[in-house]
């Protein structure tokens, strides 16, 4: 029994290294791509309902790595986006292997560990959701398990979760209390944000000349979702909105 019980423990050992090994950087990736588009596997939105019901975990995402995406983000509420852990662990499985945003509205600790758990590289945080405090509480239990933070802000009160220093700052275009979205909330905060923060624009941006005026304003980041899961192909629909930023 000892000699077994060795072996478990020798097991755990090797199960939480692997949990809290370095993941593939997205604030890298980011930097490092000529698109920046962090493609999103989302199947369903509180506003328009089902966009993609019968979206698959173990074909889209990987569709999106072999169409040139820079990165991923995954939808894991399950209630209002039709999401779930297991959609990151499927895409994984499926020969996944850039950066994977775990894109839910984390409010406690132990989604970080659900979101290092199902191999996300990063995870979202929404400056509406959490005080200050809390943001800067969950933004070091994360970089502990080894997981990069996109910090989500929409408007001027928020900038100053930027302090906190995340991995990569986000502007989300699209208001989360009426939904309503507009770019130009990208340009307008551009310019307040830490010059040398990674910038990524959230939201509203379907066609590939906004890429490349945001790309012009500062961004390396641009997360698009809505407009490739709508179409038949999303894979195929990101392939010809890279060939026009060309």
Known sequence: MQDILHDIIATKREELAL?????PSLREALLQSETGIIAEFKRKSPSKGWIKEEGRADIIPLSYQQNGAAAISILTDEHYFGGSDDFIRTARQAGVTIPILYKNF??????????ALCGASAVLLIAACLSKQQCEKLLHS???LGLEVLLEMHDERELEYAELQP??????NRHLGSFVTDV????????????DAVKVSESGISNPDTVKALRQAGFRGFLIGENFMKTPDPGLSLHHFINQLK
């Open 19 to 23: 949990l809290k090994a370095k993941k």
């Open 106 to 115: 984390v409010i406690d600790e132990a989604q970080l560990y659900a979101a």
């Open 142 to 144: 994360a970089h502990e």
């Open 167 to 172: 991995d990569l700052c986000g502007i989300n």
């Open 184 to 195: 130009e909330n990208s340009f307008r905060l551009a310019e307040l944000l830490p010059k």
